[in-house]
């Protein structure tokens, strides 16, 4: 199984920049997908972006496209993911996320992921 920890949420203004940490411990095979959602206030968890835990492919929904990096260390067993230019609406609390097959593209619901991660907040100020 694989146990996933997520940090680096906090309070910044608009235009600044976080770096979400996840680590990820337990089994991650060859086809496991790495992912990170938000869920905002009174909304549904969104799709943000994806990687596979092995290959160089990256997906990311359009909102965050050009402004957030997902990236992964495998020596540190670490997801990340580079949050720049925030903006209000970025505002959720956001999850690590795996599943062990599939493609990037046909998995960005969250329905088909199994492994999940506690959640940090990340809020931006207008």
């Known amino acids: 199984q694989v146990q996933l920890v997520e940090s680096g949420g906090g309070l910044v203004q608009a235009g600044g920049s976080l770096r979400l940490s996840c680590a990820v411990s337990g089994r991650t095979y060859t086809t496991y997908i790495m992912a990170w959602f938000r869920q905002g206030p009174g909304k549904e968890r969104e799709f943000v972006a994806s990687?596979?835990?092995?290959?160089?492919?990256?997906y990311y929904t359009d909102s965050v496209k050009g402004r957030f990096t997902i990236s992964r260390d495998n020596a540190k067993n670490t997801l990340y993911l580079q949050m720049n230019t925030l903006k209000p609406e970025d505002t959720a609390v956001y999850y690590c996320?795996?599943?062990?097959?599939?493609?990037?593209?046909?998995?960005?619901?969250?329905?088909?992921?199994?492994?999940w991660g506690q959640g940090t907040q990340v809020t931006v100020s207008s």
């Open positions: 990687i596979r835990w092995f290959g160089g492919n990256r």
């Open positions: 996320a795996a599943t062990p097959s599939g493609t990037l593209a046909t998995r960005t619901a969250h329905t088909h992921y199994d492994y």
